[in-house]
């Protein structure tokens, strides 16, 4: 079934480790996103990217880092230097097509973050 | 710059009742709208969006959403709801870059 696929759901890291959460897609989408979610604060966007080899800063990126290597794979790390990292983190994906407003974004079903 | 407001955080609704969940939005430029849906520990699905054309627009599970340019509003609508509605929706507005700007959701409780 074609989706996106992200990795591991639950995860509990010490204070100071760097943690990688996987995200994969095969709906050949161009676009993918990482979105943050912490309780009645909606979801904010902390990275995305339009292409391979490109991303884009969003409005919460400190303390986060990403690669797109492949168009399929849009890992996202959570550095030490990201002061409350405890969150649910969404994954997402989209075409871009002839405008990039308007289209629709797919959703993984999302990793949580526990830091102890 | 955009932005979108939920104006309920909680709406506590009975069974079968109808139910309308607020949402209005600023931006300075046309905008494409969307309703997402958030079942627990899940990620999120389209219910409907607005892009352009007939000003109400039907989504899946009977919900539909009326977009209104003078009121900035996009309220999203269910004339009888089920114990299955019970979920957080949002409301979410598109920027030009593609991405998504969310407003902080609002919780549907739907009670027998």
């Known amino acids: 079934d074609g989706g996106i696929t992200q990795s591991p759901k639950y995860l509990f890291r010490k204070e100071g480790q760097n943690v990688t959460l996987s995200c994969e897609q095969n709906l050949n989408h161009d676009a993918m996103y990482w979105y943050r979610q912490d309780p009645g604060q909606g979801l904010r966007l902390i990275y995305y990217s339009q292409i391979v080899n490109d991303f884009q800063k969003g409005d919460i990126a400190e303390g986060y880092s990403v690669s797109r290597e492949k168009k399929e794979s849009f890992p996202l790390t959570v550095t030490s230097a990201q002061k409350n990292p405890t969150a649910f983190y969404l994954c997402?994906?989209?075409?871009?097509?002839?405008?990039?407003?308007?289209?629709?974004?797919?959703f993984g079903e999302g990793s949580w973050l526990t830091v102890v | 710059a955009q932005s979108v407001t939920q104006l309920d955080s909680q709406v506590p609704v009975f069974e079968e009742a109808p139910v309308e969940l607020r949402c209005n939005y600023s931006s300075s430029v046309s905008v494409y709208l969307f309703w997402y849906v958030q079942y627990p520990n899940q990620g999120l699905q389209l219910l409907l969006k607005?892009?352009?054309?007939?000003?109400l627009v039907k989504g899946i599970n009977g919900f539909e959403a009326e977009f209104n340019k003078s009121q900035t509003s996009f309220h999203l609508r269910k004339p009888s709801v089920h114990i299955s509605d019970t979920a957080e929706y949002f409301c979410a507005v598109s920027r030009s870059q593609g991405n998504l700007i969310f407003g902080k959701g609002t919780k549907l409780s739907v009670k027998p």
């Open positions: 607005y892009l352009s054309g007939s000003t």
């Open positions: 997402a994906s989209s075409e871009l097509g002839q405008g990039k407003s308007g289209n629709t974004i797919y």
